[in-house]
């Protein structure tokens, strides 16, 4: 497979990959962020390929199946406590993220007590709050609601018009369409067919 983009302002893009369970979506995401090391072929970024010249790409957000985050702390302390790893953002960055993704900063909830949509909020704000280049989305519809879905999809919308190559996976195909510039199709671990989509915004 090969995930290109324009950067700046010309926009970046939007991949999705659909496959029934078992298909490697999950797997070609572990692949891609250098989680797992291919068999066979490589993965280049920026002219970089992971596992030999770097470990990992240099600039990566990742929402990979459930979000785990320390059941004891708040959303906002939790992603506090990441970002700290490399210090790139303020709180004030980190305030609006979670308002971005439907999240009240201020919530004094632990973790544990989040619902499930709530919970895959603030993994998608873990995946999005340091604005890296390469966003990977594994399910980011999962446990949302109508007007949760519309909020995440519009976010994407927004992140692609800031130059972001995403790449996501998504079982509903209509929410596919709605969003990507290319489907990807994925059977038994191998990429069957690429089709160039012609998006229709919902």
């Known amino acids: 497979a090969c995930f290109s983009c324009a950067s700046g302002e010309n926009g970046g893009r939007i991949y999705g990959i659909q496959g029934i369970n078992g298909s490697g979506k999950t797997m070609l995401m572990r692949v891609i962020c250098g989680l797992v090391l291919p068999t066979m072929g490589t993965v280049s970024i920026d002219g970089e390929i ?4 770097i ?3 240099r600039s ?6 459930n979000p785990i985050f320390i059941d004891e702390f708040t959303g906002a302390k939790n992603l506090s406590l990441l970002c700290d790893i ?3 953002v303020s709180q004030a960055q980190i305030g609006d993220t979670l308002r971005r993704v439907g999240l009240n900063p201020s919530d004094k909830r632990p973790f544990r007590k989040y619902s499930l949509g709530m919970k895959q909020r603030l993994g ?3 995946a ?3 604005s890296p280049d390469l966003i990977l989305l594994d399910e980011p519809f999962n446990a949302l609601d109508e007007s949760g879905i ?3 999809r519009d976010l994407l919308r927004e992140l692609r018009q800031k130059g972001k190559l995403i790449v996501l996976t998504c079982h509903d195909r209509q929410q596919m369409e709605s969003l990507a510039d290319e489907i990807i199709a994925m059977r038994e671990g191998r990429i069957v067919n690429v089709d160039k989509n012609c998006h229709e915004e919902v």
């Open 50 to 53: 992971i596992g030999k010249g």
């Open 55 to 57: 470990s990992f790409p």
């Open 60 to 65: 990566i957000g990742l929402l990979l199946e």
């Open 124 to 126: 998608i704000a873990a």
């Open 86 to 88: 490399k210090r790139l």
């Open 150 to 152: 519309k909020e995440i």
């Open 128 to 130: 999005i709050v340091e």
